[in-house]
């Protein structure tokens, strides 16, 4: 099992969810005003502010979260957030990618390498670890959405470039550029997404056991718990046996 997204169920097993709604539902709404304020605030003529919705919806954030969120990228007031991305060495020879939204980029560089070193980790330069990834598009969709043949058929007849099938998503990835051509498809046949965005997608994987697995979670939920950082990538691969194990 490999990348971040599968060690997060774990999180939620672990009871640590709704600790962290709060935090989390910060974040999203930061998304979704930034994706507003540089496109359009209509969702359906702005495809990340769409993604951004999707994911808000996904973790159930309130609708009225969601329209303040959209206002607030109107008003002339609020802090001027920048997205920045940070690369780094994570525990076993991990590869780890850091994507934050900052209004100050000597804060957030200051608190990301600090815990990358109380984590015996270390925080590299641009370009240290970043060519193990590529930049691509990913849709998640669920699997009682629709039928396995006919959701691969629309995918790879439309600019897909891989299909995975997990617990409970179909993952669909493309070329960045075409993310949203397919997203719109897929949309139009299957109604709102689960998931739809950019994502760094590792080429390779490492293997790492149960010791560096622990270390690795409680690395990704430390970065993950600064305001500024909206999303942590790796390039692990870990034995499903360990997965359960944990989660039990």
């Not at 971040?4 to 600790?19: T, V």
């Not at 920048?82 to 990618?97: D, L, M, R, S």
């Not at 193990?132 to 396995?148: M, P, T, Y």
Request: with cysteine; glycine share 8%.
């Amino acid at each position: 099992m490999a990348g971040h997204s599968h060690w997060a169920g774990i999180k939620h097993k672990k009871g640590k969810a709704d600790k962290q709604r709060s935090k989390l539902f910060s974040k999203l709404s930061r998304e979704i005003t930034v994706s507003a304020k540089l496109g359009m605030p209509d969702a359906s003529m702005n495809p990340r502010l769409r993604s951004a919705i999707q994911a808000a919806k996904e973790a159930n954030m309130p609708k009225d979260n969601i329209d303040r969120a959209i206002k607030k990228s109107q008003g002339g007031d609020e802090a001027n957030y920048e997205p920045v991305t940070y690369e780094g060495f994570g525990p076993g020879g991990t590869a780890i990618i850091v994507e934050a939204l900052t209004e100050n980029k000597n804060r957030t560089v200051s608190n990301v390498r600090s815990i990358f070193e109380k984590n015996g980790c270390s925080l590299g330069s641009a370009g240290s670890v970043s060519y193990q990834f590529s930049k691509v598009g990913l849709i998640k969709v669920k699997k009682d959405k629709c039928l396995e043949d006919e959701i691969f058929e629309l995918s790879t007849n439309n600019g897909a470039s891989d299909f995975k099938v997990e617990d409970d998503f179909y993952e669909i990835f493309s070329e960045k550029n075409n993310l949203h051509q397919l997203q719109g498809i897929l949309e139009k046949k299957y109604g709102e997404l689960n998931f739809s965005g950019i994502v760094w997608n590792p080429n390779s994987t490492v293997n790492v056991d149960k010791l560096n697995f622990e270390k690795i979670i409680n690395f990704i939920e430390s970065l993950e718990d600064d305001d500024d950082v909206q999303k942590v990538y790796s390039n692990f691969e870990v034995d499903e046996n360990i997965i359960k194990e944990l989660a039990s």
